[in-house]
């Protein structure tokens, strides 16, 4: 085989394989921005909207077997992996919000690397969502909420190998204590208002019957 045809042969994989990554990357940037839909949704409480979603979503990640193997390996990183965590991020915190229940990698068809980071960010909806429940006077979901954000966080530190291999995991962990340790102190300040304002109303209710 002559040079030229061995390098056109080379060109001519190349072009397949930009051609093929152009494809894709458009699909990953829909299921990342619907992914971030889908957990808004999960915030205004509309699951099943969320969920549907969800379901669509799914369907830019089949472009994935379409790829033939040779570009692979060169196009499965980055945008690819982005949107796979905003999609796991965004599946699990409909689970916890709706069901109370975590969701495993193979039933939503997430690489594993994937669901452990997007995991990691889910403490951050958590807060979001403990914050807006406690601005409703709503404590109870609020102590629920944090109670999953120290087990996501305490699981994902007793993973000594996932930590030592994921450098983003590991700066995912230290920012999601950051986030717990924040949100036990806004739980804990409201949950002590809420019982001095129910002691304040039992003593002004006793002090009324007295009167009377």
Known sequence: MSLRNILSKIDKELRE??????ELYDAMRKATRLSKQAIFLVHKERFREAEKLLKEIKKFFTKLDDIPPVHQKFLYAGIVDSAFQEYTEAHIFLELAQDGKFVGPKKIGAPSTSY???LADVVGELRRR??????KGDTKVAEKGLETMELIHDELMVMDKALQFL???RRKTDIARRIIEATRGDVTIEV???SLERS???LEKTISAKEK
């Open 17 to 22: 394989r930009e051609e093929i990554k152009d």
């Open 116 to 118: 452990l980071l997007g």
């Open 130 to 135: 403990a914050l807006d429940h406690l601005r």
């Open 167 to 169: 450098s983003a995991l």
């Open 192 to 194: 002590r208002r809420s």
């Open 200 to 202: 304040i109303k039992k």
